[in-house]
C-alpha cells in the first residue's frame, strides 16, 4: 500500500520560511522522481518542484530561486525548503508519486502566508 504523508505546513508572515515534508512508504522509493504540487482555493493542482531519481530538480516558474526540493533515500522523505514566501504561496502542499502509471497524493498540508 502506497501511503504519502506531508508535514510542516503552517502560517507564517511573507519574507518567512518553512519546510515541509513527505513521507512515503509503499514503493522503491529511490528509483521514482518526486514532485510537490499545490492548490490554491479555486485553483487547479499546479507542479511546483520536480526531483529526480538521481537528485536533478527543477521548479515552476514562481517559485525558482526561493524554493528547494531535495530528498532523503535512507529516510524515504521528501522535502520542500520555502524561503521569502509571499502571500501568493499560499495553498495546500502535495506531494506526489506515480507508480505503474499511477498518481499517488498526500492529503496535503496547508501553508498560508499573511501578515
Known amino acids: 500500500q502506497v501511503r504519502l504523508v506531508e508535514r510542516g505546513g503552517g502560517l507564517v508572515q511573507p519574507g518567512g520560511s518553512l519546510r515541509l515534508s513527505c513521507a512515503i512508504s509503499?514503493?522503491?522509493?529511490?528509483?521514482?522522481?518526486l514532485d510537490w504540487y499545490r492548490q490554491a482555493p479555486g485553483e487547479q493542482r499546479v507542479l511546483v518542484a520536480r526531483?529526480?531519481?538521481?537528485?536533478?530538480?527543477d521548479y515552476a516558474d514562481s517559485v525558482r530561486g526561493r524554493f528547494t526540493i531535495s530528498r532523503d533515500n535512507v529516510r524515504n522523505t521528501v522535502y520542500l525548503q520555502m524561503n521569502s514566501l509571499k502571500p501568493e504561496d499560499t495553498a495546500v502542499y502535495y506531494c506526489?508519486?506515480?507508480?505503474?502509471?499511477?498518481?499517488?497524493w498526500g492529503r496535503g498540508t496547508q501553508v498560508t502566508v499573511s501578515s
Open positions: 506526489h508519486v506515480q507508480r505503474g502509471g499511477i498518481d499517488f
Open positions: 509503499g514503493i522503491n522509493f529511490r528509483i521514482h522522481p
Open positions: 526531483i529526480t531519481q538521481s537528485g536533478s530538480a
